[in-house]
Structures are given as C-alpha cells and as structure tokens.
C-alpha cells in the first residue's frame, strides 16, 4: 500500500524536551512538507523540501529544525525553543512541479506538558 | 499576512441542498487552486483542483469555480450529504507549496 506514515498519532513529552515527529512515504514523490493545524487558523507551513539534503523554512519555521537525508524520510524536530509545541502537526508529499496535489499523513498530536 | 482566507468558519445546510464555500486570495501570480476535505484527528484529503485557465472544474457532486478578476473560489456540493460533514480547506499553489486558508466547517443536517 502506498502512502504516507506518521508515528506516532498521539504524543506527550515535557516541557523543554525536544521531540521528534517521524514521516515516512513511498510514494517516491520528491517533495514533502510539514504543516502545523491550530483551531481557527488552518494549515501553517512550517518547513518543506523539494529533494533530497535540501529544505526551506515555511511561514512559522522558529522552534523546528528538519533533516532530509533519505527521499522516503522527512522527519521534524520540536525544539525547546517553541513556544507553543501544543499542536496536530500534519506531514504531506507529493511530486515535484506546479499544479500537483499533495498528499497527507494521518498526523502527530503532540502535548507538551 | 493571510494570502488565502476563508472568512466563514462554519456552515450549516440541509441534507439535498447545496452547499457553498467560498475562498478568496490575494496573491494574482497563483495559478492553482484545491480543496481539502478534513475529518477530526486525520489528515486532509484532496477534493479537487482548477488551474486558473479555467473558470470551472466539475467532478461528480462537486464544482469549483474560479473568479479570476474578484481573486476569489467556491466549492459547490450538490446535492449536499450528511457524509460530506467535515472542515474543507482551499489551497494555493505558490513556488512548490501549497498555502491553506483557515478552513470551514460544514455540517449537512439530516
């Protein structure tokens, strides 16, 4: 089956720990994407990668690094330095080019406590 | 600054009638357009799209339209059903991302 996982779906760590949020896909789409949903104010890009070693910050990039050593692979690190970490964070792929449409994971719910 | 925004968070219709969300954008170098349909805990599904050549795209009991000149979209569900009860999201493409507006909740009534 094809498709794209994230894991875990729920996750809770404390306050100050850095976490990281696994993607993978086999796809074999070239690019993958990290969105972050908060009530009311839709899907936020926080990094995305259009080939391998190669990503850009997105809108609300502060407090998160990504890595994208593998094409199947994009994972995303929570930093201490996030502010509000408290979120449904969304991981998507698709092809590399205009007017394609990207596909989503299940998603991550990550509580900082 | 909000480049794609969907100023009605919610939307409540009748089961059979029609439903109609609305997006509007600022960006006139956007070219593509998609709607995303969202359950709770899960992530977005595609619906469908439009290239801005076109002014509309049909598939099945959906229809998006494209006003160009306003900057503005609209998904039409005919006849709308209490299945199609979710948060629906319209996308822009811009330079190998998508940008999302906030999202709108639709409930179909039985």
């Known amino acids: 089956d094809g498709g794209i996982t994230q894991s875990p779906k729920y996750l809770f760590r404390k306050e100050g720990q850095n976490v990281t949020l696994s993607c993978e896909q086999n796809?074999?789409?070239?690019?993958m994407y990290w969105y972050r949903q908060d009530p009311g104010q839709g899907l936020r890009l926080i990094y995305y990668?259009?080939?391998?070693?190669?990503?850009q910050k997105g809108d609300i990039a502060e407090g998160y690094s990504v890595s994208r050593e593998k094409k199947e692979s994009f994972p995303l690190t929570v930093t201490s330095a996030q502010k509000n970490p408290t979120a449904f964070y969304l991981c998507?792929?698709?092809?590399?080019?205009?007017?394609?449409?990207?596909?989503f994971g299940q998603g991550t719910r990550l509580t900082v406590v | 600054d909000q480049q794609v925004k969907q100023n009605s968070p919610s939307l409540s219709v009748q089961e059979g009638r029609i439903s109609i969300l609305n997006c509007d954008y600022t960006?006139?170098?956007?070219?593509?357009f998609l709607w995303y349909k969202k359950y709770p805990a899960e992530g977005p599904t595609f619906l469908i799209s439009?290239?801005?050549?076109?002014d509309k795209n049909e598939d099945g009991r959906f229809t998006v339209f494209l006003n160009k000149s306003a900057k503005h979209l609209s998904l039409h569900i005919v006849p709308s059903q209490p299945g199609d009860s979710a948060v629906y999201f319209c996308?822009?493409?811009?330079?190998?991302?998508?940008?999302f507006g906030q999202g709108t909740t639709l409930q179909v009534k039985p």
């Open positions: 996308a822009a493409s811009d330079v190998g991302k998508l940008i």
């Open positions: 796809l074999n789409h070239d690019a």
């Open positions: 439009i290239s801005s050549i076109k």
């Open positions: 960006n006139s170098m956007f070219d593509y």
């Open positions: 990668s259009q080939i391998v070693n190669d990503f």
């Open positions: 998507a792929s698709s092809i590399s080019g205009p007017r394609t449409e990207a596909f």
